[in-house]
Nanobody, 124 residues
Framework: QVHLQESGGGLVQAGASLRLSCEVF????????MAWFRQSPGKEREFVAA????????FYADSGKGRFTIFRDNAKKILYLQMDSLRPDDTAVYSC?????????????????WGQGTQVTVSS
């Protein structure tokens, strides 16, 4: 059984930084494509960033390019999302996801494993 646990969310002011973590228990983390998605009230879940099993390939939604960095530590089985220059429209629940699909999907439906999410709130 695979369990994902996010941490690192919080309340920050616009312009601040946060680093989200997603620790994976069980499964074969180093074989998984991993991703971050977010959802704010009244909106669809949206893709934020994804990384290949090795960390060598990364993909970002336009909203996070140049501000967000996704990376992973396969030895520790942890996925990270470094978020800089945060804006109020980044406010959402951020969830990590994993799947053995090595094409690094950018759609939520293609991910099998999900965490519960961590709240990020950015005040203006």
């Amino acid at each position: 059984q695979v369990h994902l646990q996010e941490s690192g969310g919080g309340l920050v002011q616009a312009g601040a930084s946060l680093r989200l973590s997603c620790e994976v228990f069980g499964g074969s983390f180093s074989d998984y494509s991993m991703a971050w998605f977010r959802q704010s009230p009244g909106k669809e879940r949206e893709f934020v960033a994804a990384v290949s099993w090795s960390g060598g390939r990364t993909f970002y939604a336009d909203s996070g390019k140049g501000r967000f960095t996704i990376f992973r530590d396969n030895a520790k089985k942890i996925l990270y999302l470094q978020m800089d220059s945060l804006r109020p429209d980044d406010t959402a629940v951020y969830s990590c996801a994993g799947d053995s699909d090595n094409t690094v999907p950018r759609t939520a439906a293609r991910y099998t494993y999900w965490g519960q999410g961590t709240q990020v709130t950015v005040s203006s």
